[in-house]
C-alpha cells in the first residue's frame, strides 16, 4: 500500500497555510526554541472572582505544574491559596504558591492579568482608563522582568485598550500580549444559536470580533453548522430571515453578560473556562482558531499607522498569536470593524504611553 508521508508529496505546496492566515510577526519568538516537556508555570494577577474562576478551571484541567497568585490584599490573597491547597487530595499535582511581591511570578511561561480598576458612578470610560493604566504601570513592568519570555494574557477591562497598554509596558512583541478579548463572546453566540438550532455548540462555528462589549461585530457571512454555512442554507430552502433580526440576536449576545451581572453580581465561571480554554491552545500548542485581541493594524482596511488590539479569530501556539485567519467580512462588517477601531485609537491618542 503506498504511503502518503506528506502534503508535498501530493503536489500541494508546504506553505499551502498562507492561504488561510496571515502572521501577525515576520520572524519566530525566541520560545521556538524551548523545550515543550519543561515544567510549566501560569500566573495569575489578581485574586477576585475572575482570577480565582480561572485558577480553580486551570487546575482541574491540569494544565500547570505551578500557579502564582499574586494580588495587592495580602489576606484574602493567603486566604485564596490555602482554600486551593486545601482541595491537593482532589486535584492534579499543582504547587500553588501566592505573594504581594512579583518575585513570585519569576520563570513563568504564561501570565494572565485580571487585576483592573472598577467604573465609579459618573466617571467617563478616559477617566476609567487613565486609572487602569496607572496600575497596569504597576504590574506589567515588574511581570516582564520577572519573566522576559513568558505569554502575556490580558482578561481586565476595557481589555482591547489595556492589552495594547500592556504590549507597550512590556516592551514584548505583538505576537506574545494577547487579550481575551471576544473569545467568550464568541461562546456566548454559539450557544444561543446552538440552543435555537437544538444542536451541539461544538458543531457550530461562529465568530464575533472587533472590541469587546457592545460595539461587537458578529460574523454573520461566516457562521456554520457542521460544515454547512447558516445564511446561504436559508436563502437556497427560500427560508426569510432579516438584518434586524440578526442584528437582536447579536443584541442577546451582549445583552447576556449584563443578564449574569444583574443577577448574581459579576460574571466569573464562563470567562475563567473561556481564558483555561486559551491557555490550553498557548501552552499544548493546540494552533486552534481562537478571536482574541490582537494587534490589528493593516487587517481588514484598519489603517497602518493605529496601532489597535481588537478581536480577530487567530491561530494560538506555544510562540502566542502565529496566525491571523483570513476570513471574508462583508462591507458591513468591515466598516464597523474600522469604526471600532478609530474609537480606540481616538483614546490610545490620549494616553502618555
Known amino acids: ?89 482532589f486535584l492534579p499535582r499543582t504547587q500553588i504558591v501566592s ?8 520563570g513563568s511561561d504564561l501570565a494572565i492579568i485580571t487585576a483592573g480598576a472598577r467604573q465609579i458612578p459618573g466617571e467617563t470610560r478616559l ?8 496600575l497596569f504601570r504597576k504590574i506589567v513592568p515588574p511581570l516582564a522582568e520577572k519573566s ?7 482578561v481586565s477591562n476595557p481589555v482591547d485598550l489595556l492589552t495594547y497598554v500592556a504590549w507597550k509596558l512590556s516592551g514584548f512583541p505583538p505576537n506574545r500580549v494577547i487579550g481575551s478579548g471576544t473569545n467568550l463572546d464568541s461562546s456566548r453566540f454559539r450557544f444561543l444559536l446552538a440552543d435555537h438550532l437544538q444542536v451541539n455548540a461544538k458543531d457550530v462555528q461562529a465568530y464575533m470580533v472587533g472590541e469587546h462589549g457592545d460595539s461587537s461585530v458578529a460574523l454573520w457571512s461566516s457562521i456554520s453548522l457542521g460544515g454547512v454555512p447558516v445564511l446561504s442554507s436559508l436563502r437556497d430552502n427560500d427560508i426569510p ?15 447576556s453578560a449584563y443578564e449574569v451581572i444583574r443577577l448574581k453580581g459579576y460574571t466569573s465561571w464562563a470567562i475563567g ?3 483555561a480554554n486559551l491557555a490550553w491552545s498557548l501552552l499544548r500548542d493546540q494552533r486552534l482558531i481562537h478571536p482574541v485581541s490582537l494587534l490589528a493594524k493593516g ?8 496601532e489597535v488590539f481588537l478581536s480577530l479569530p487567530a491561530q494560538l501556539g506555544r510562540n502566542g498569536v502565529l496566525g491571523v485567519a483570513k476570513v471574508q467580512l462583508t462591507k458591513e462588517e468591515a466598516k464597523r470593524l474600522q469604526q471600532s477601531a478609530e474609537t480606540l485609537w481616538g483614546l490610545q491618542k490620549q494616553l502618555d504611553l
Not at 99 to 106: E, F, L, M, R, S
Not at 241 to 253: N, S, Y
Not at 299 to 306: S, T, V
Open 1 to 89: 500500500m503506498h504511503k502518503v508521508s506528506s502534503l508535498s508529496s501530493l503536489g500541494i505546496s508546504d506553505d499551502i497555510s498562507s492561504a488561510f492566515f496571515r502572521p501577525i510577526l515576520a520572524t519566530p519568538s525566541p520560545r521556538s526554541s524551548r523545550p515543550h516537556h519543561k515544567r510549566i508555570k501560569i500566573s495569575i494577577i489578581g485574586a477576585g472572582n475572575v482570577g480565582m474562576a480561572i485558577a480553580q478551571t486551570i487546575l482541574t484541567q491540569d494544565l500547570a505544574d505551578e500557579i502564582a497568585l499574586v494580588d495587592a490584599l495580602p489576606d484574602k490573597l493567603r486566604g485564596e491559596m490555602l482554600d486551593l491547597q486545601h482541595a491537593a487530595a
Open 148 to 154: 522576559p519570555e513568558a505569554l502575556l494574557l490580558v
Open 127 to 134: 477617566d476609567l482608563l487613565h486609572r487602569n493604566v496607572a
Open 241 to 255: 430571515f432579516e438584518q434586524a433580526v440578526l442584528e437582536d440576536i447579536r443584541k442577546a449576545v451582549v445583552g
Open 299 to 306: 487587517f481588514h482596511g484598519i489603517p497602518a499607522d493605529q
Open 273 to 275: 473556562y473561556s481564558v
Open 99 to 106: 505573594g504581594t511581591d512579583y518575585a513570585v511570578t519569576a
